[in-house]
């Protein structure tokens, strides 16, 4: 499975982007689609994840009520729509895929990754 990533760049603080990933090769056992950040000098965290049916989603708790996790699976892609951006929300986002119906917040857990793209929000 290759994952491709596009959408980021650079906004002003209270704006939106919207981040795509395109996944390719054999996407059938996908479960989860999730979605990381790493900023600099921090860890890499959990953000965003929806599972194959797209009946489940989970956040983590800064970016709930201002990010949207959705997935279309006849398109093999997976999007996520950030409003509300705050400068804390700077960092490069990693889209990943697991085949696993469980650990949808441990990036251990994924076995597929995605090359980032980078989110920069200005105040």
């Known amino acids: 499975v290759q994952l491709q990533a596009s959408g980021g760049g650079l906004v002003q603080a209270g704006g939106s982007l919207r981040l795509s990933c395109a996944a390719t090769?054999?996407?059938?056992?996908?479960?989860?689609m999730g979605w990381f950040r790493q900023a600099p000098g921090k860890e890499r965290e959990f953000v965003a994840a929806i599972n194959r049916s797209a009946g489940n989603t989970y956040y983590t708790d800064s970016v709930k009520g201002r990010f949207t996790i959705s997935r279309d699976n006849a398109k093999n892609m997976v999007y996520r729509q950030m409003n509300s951006l705050r400068p804390e929300d700077t960092a490069v986002y990693y889209c990943?895929?697991?085949?696993?119906?469980?650990?949808?917040?441990?990036?251990?857990?994924?076995?597929?990754w995605g090359q980032g793209t980078l989110v920069t929000v200005s105040s």
């Open positions: 090769g054999r996407t059938f056992n996908i479960y989860y």
């Open positions: 990943a895929a697991k085949s696993w119906a469980n650990g949808y917040y441990m990036a251990t857990a994924y076995e597929y």
